[in-house]
């Protein structure tokens, strides 16, 4: 290697080493504090809008709520017109903003109470400023009899998406299905440097369809529990090794539900860390606001600076 190769390479190491000591992670929306269980988060492109998952603390209820940003403000959450009974969960908003799609439990007609498997979903609109269409079904060749879950959607509209299907390789696999112009083609397993007999899920990909996003559960190379993964595509556009994003990223604890905001180099994840240590209270209201803003164990959405498209 050449004395100048070894420079370039030594200062890109130096470079990377520096970027992983300043990363700091937060919690991305103080105002959700309020809440004991938030289970992922999608943003609008232009960052005026945020959808969410607001669930019980054990998880038998779940909504998706909303927020809007006014003047730099995030406005109170609010629920989306159609919650009801069923469970709705893990928003995702198209760059267009005029569908925001998600997984329920709801039956396919309103002339059913019967919960049914979950379904992947989408609310319509004309504009950001005009109400939400009534759920509608994304229909086969998507859903099937099985659990469909976190769908996301590169630019050209191709959908990654959650399955639990007896003919994947482990219990939670990771799909895809290319949209020709007019539908979706039938889903397709992605390979094994993605799937494993273990668990995958809640895979986010980029808006490129370069680098996919997802947790990976136990997985030998862990820190523990759920940890967050980048996999890349080669030159030939298959699937690469995925890479563990780090112990500033990861923990022993849960990290899931990623989401990427490109535009701002901003990672988006759910976790449940925690830090949390005793100490001495003056009254209840200083016990109550330590507990709920700190890394309390609960799930909470959490964001980072990092540049994930080098």
Same mark, same amino acid.
């Given at each position: 290697?050449?004395?100048?190769?070894?420079?370039?390479?030594?200062?890109?190491?130096?470079?990377?080493?520096?970027?992983?000591?300043?990363?700091?992670?937060?919690?991305?929306?103080?105002?959700?504090?309020?809440?004991?269980?938030?289970?992922?988060?999608?943003?609008?492109?232009?960052?005026?809008?945020?959808?969410?998952?607001?669930?019980?603390?054990?998880?038998?209820?779940?909504?998706?709520?909303?927020?809007?940003?006014?003047?730099?403000?995030?406005?109170?959450?609010?629920?989306?017109?159609?919650?009801?009974?069923?469970?709705?969960?893990?928003?995702?908003?198209?760059?267009?903003?005029?569908?925001?799609?998600?997984?329920?439990?709801?039956?396919?007609?309103?002339?059913?109470?019967?919960?049914?498997?979950?379904?992947?979903?989408?609310?319509?609109?004309?504009?950001?400023?005009?109400?939400?269409?009534?759920?509608?079904?994304?229909?086969?060749?998507?859903?099937?009899?099985?659990?469909?879950?976190?769908?996301?959607?590169?630019?050209?509209?191709?959908?990654?998406?959650?399955?639990?299907?007896?003919?994947?390789?482990?219990?939670?696999?990771?799909?895809?299905?290319?949209?020709?112009?007019?539908?979706?083609?039938?889903?397709?397993?992605?390979? /094994?440097?993605? +799937? =494993?007999?273990? $668990?995958?899920?809640?895979?986010?990909? %980029?808006? *490129?369809?370069?680098?996919? !996003? &997802?947790?990976?559960?136990?997985?030998?190379?862990?820190?523990?529990?759920?940890?967050?993964?980048?996999?890349?595509?080669?030159?030939?556009?298959?699937?690469?090794?995925?890479?563990?994003?780090?112990?500033?990223?990861?923990?022993?604890?849960?990290?899931?539900?990623?989401?990427?905001?490109?535009?701002?180099?901003?990672?988006?994840?759910?976790?449940?860390?925690?830090?949390?240590?005793?100490? /001495?209270?003056? +009254? =209840?209201?200083? $016990?109550?606001?330590?507990?709920?803003? %700190?890394? *309390?164990?609960?799930?909470? !959405? &959490?964001?980072?600076?990092?540049?994930?498209?080098?």
């Amino acid at each position: 290697m050449k004395k100048t190769q070894i420079i370039t390479f030594l200062l890109a190491i130096t470079s990377l080493i520096n970027a992983q000591q300043n990363q700091t992670i937060e919690i991305a929306f103080p105002i959700l504090n309020q809440y004991t269980n938030i289970r992922d988060t999608n943003l609008a492109t232009d960052s005026s809008e945020a959808y969410f998952t607001i669930q019980s603390p054990a998880g038998e209820l779940s909504q998706i709520a909303f927020i809007k940003k006014t003047k730099n403000n995030w406005s109170k959450p609010q629920l989306l017109p159609c919650s009801d009974q069923y469970n709705y969960l893990e928003p995702f908003l198209s760059n267009d903003q005029k569908r925001l799609y998600f997984a329920s439990d709801r039956p396919l007609n309103n002339s059913s109470t019967e919960k049914k498997d979950y379904d992947i979903w989408y609310l319509e609109r004309q504009n950001k400023n005009q109400p939400w269409s009534q759920p509608i079904n994304l229909g086969t060749p998507i859903n099937t009899n099985q659990n469909e879950f976190y769908p996301t959607l590169a630019n050209n509209n191709n959908l990654y998406f959650t399955l639990d299907s007896p003919s994947g390789l482990g219990k939670d696999d990771i799909y895809y299905a290319r949209w020709n112009g007019t539908n979706y083609e039938n889903p397709e397993l992605l390979n /094994q440097n993605i +799937n =494993t007999t273990g $668990y995958e899920f809640n895979a986010f990909i %980029s808006k *490129n369809e370069d680098f996919l !996003i &997802y947790t990976k559960y136990n997985a030998n190379d862990g820190l523990g529990s759920g940890d967050l993964y980048i996999a890349h595509k080669d030159k030939n556009g298959q699937w690469q090794t995925p890479k563990n994003l780090g112990e500033i990223i990861n923990t022993k604890y849960m990290e899931y539900c990623p989401f990427y905001d490109q535009a701002n180099q901003t990672l988006y994840f759910t976790s449940k860390r925690n830090n949390i240590t005793p100490k /001495q209270f003056k +009254n =209840t209201e200083e $016990y109550q606001q330590y507990i709920l803003q %700190s890394h *309390n164990g609960l799930s909470k !959405i &959490y964001k980072t600076k990092i540049n994930l498209t080098e």
